[in-house]
């Protein structure tokens, strides 16, 4: 199976800067299209921003110019680096990766357990 661990989270203040981690482990064939996905009390679950295995990211027109994701392939991990965070940033983040557990096998989507960011002075 695949786990996902992010890491990073924590309170900051508006202005303020994170840096969340996900380790993707398990036994897998492949790891695919990588993202960060965020849910604020009482809504919905939304796509922060995604990268490929090429590095191509797309973002959120709320984090644009004020976040940036990155991947290491060599060692399965992707980092959000978010910075002039502000307090409607504040919300549990999970990790998301798409993987191939067998050369045979199909694609699944798997998720983290969550790392909270709270923006708040």
């Known amino acids: 199976q695949v786990q996902l661990v992010e890491s990073g989270g924590g309170l900051v203040q508006p202005g303020g800067s994170l840096r969340l981690s996900c380790a993707a482990s398990?036994?897998?064939?492949?790891?695919?299209?990588m993202g960060w996905y965020r849910q604020a009390p009482g809504k919905q679950r939304e796509e922060v921003t995604t990268i490929s295995t090429d590095g191509s990211a797309n973002y959120a027109d709320s984090v644009k110019g004020r976040f940036t994701i990155s991947r290491d392939n060599a060692k399965n991990t992707m980092y959000l680096q978010m910075n002039s965070l502000k307090p409607e940033d504040t919300a549990v983040y999970y990790c998301?990766?798409?993987?191939?557990?067998?050369?045979?096998?199909?694609?699944?989507?798997?998720w983290g357990q969550g790392t909270q960011v709270t923006v708040s002075s």
């Open positions: 998301h990766a798409v993987a191939q557990l067998r050369y045979y096998s199909g694609r699944s989507g798997y």
């Open positions: 398990g036994s897998v064939f492949r790891f695919y299209d």
